[in-house]
């Protein structure tokens, strides 16, 4: 069965540093990969998502994250984030070109990032 | 515009009391599932539906019912089985193949009192 660890439930980061929120995921078929951005008391917007290709996928808002097939992570970064990045960030995958109840997302707990001025 | 619309933003319910979650998009998506989250927990799936006339139990369907009658619209039931429905739920539709993207509503907080 597949899953998804978020590493760190939240996050930390003063405005203008980069910051680096860890996904790691488990399956033993081809997976797609997706990071979703909630804020408060929203519904979620897709960052980015890896279908295929080049394992840098850049996103909405300065986002990008990079796919490692042997570390079997998706960690999502910004160089410099700013005040309005303060959210909640989900990290999900899917089962691949398999189909059916494989194409349902499983999402990570969540990780919740905090920009302090 | 282009959409997913949840009615209503804030539910409130008697505990015993059967409640009807709205969910309507426009985008003329083929799927659309409906997730319940809890703080910490992330989005657990609750139903999904591929088609209409058909859907599919989810990782937590007990406690709720769906119907998929027509293409836009997909109700969430939130019966008086659910032993804990305090949640935050949301819907979601998709082009129905793995690859597409979920777009999701803005959700709706329900609060059994």
């Known amino acids: 069965a597949q899953s998804v660890t978020q590493l760190d439930s939240q996050v930390p980061v003063f405005e203008e540093a980069p910051v680096e929120l860890r996904c790691n995921y488990s399956?033993?078929?081809?997976?797609?990969l997706f990071w979703y951005v909630q804020y408060p008391n929203q519904g979620l917007q897709l960052l980015l998502k890896y279908l295929s290709g080049s394992t840098l996928v850049k996103g909405i808002n300065g986002f990008e994250a990079e796919f490692n097939k042997s570390q079997t992570s998706f960690h999502l970064r910004k160089p410099s984030v700013h005040i309005s990045d303060t959210a909640e960030y989900f990290c999900a995958v899917s089962g691949g070109p398999s189909g059916g109840s494989q194409g349902n997302l499983i999402f990570g707990k969540g990780t919740k990032l905090s920009v302090k001025p | 515009d282009g959409g997913i619309t949840q009615s209503p933003k804030y539910l409130f319910r008697k505990e015993g009391q059967n409640v009807t979650l709205s969910c309507e998009q426009n985008?003329?998506?083929?799927?659309m599932y409906w997730y319940r989250q809890d703080p910490g927990q992330g989005l657990r799936l609750i139903y999904y539906?591929?088609?209409?006339?058909?859907?599919q139990k989810g990782d937590i369907a007990e406690g709720y019912s769906v119907s998929r009658e027509k293409k836009e619209s997909f109700p969430l039931t939130v019966t008086s089985a659910q032993k804990n429905p305090t949640a935050f739920y949301l819907c979601a539709s998709s082009k129905a193949t793995s690859t597409d993207t979920q777009y999701f509503g803005p959700g709706t907080r329900l609060t059994v009192l």
């Open positions: 985008l003329n998506h083929d799927a």
């Open positions: 539906s591929q088609i209409v006339n058909d859907f």
């Open positions: 399956s033993s078929v081809s997976v797609y």
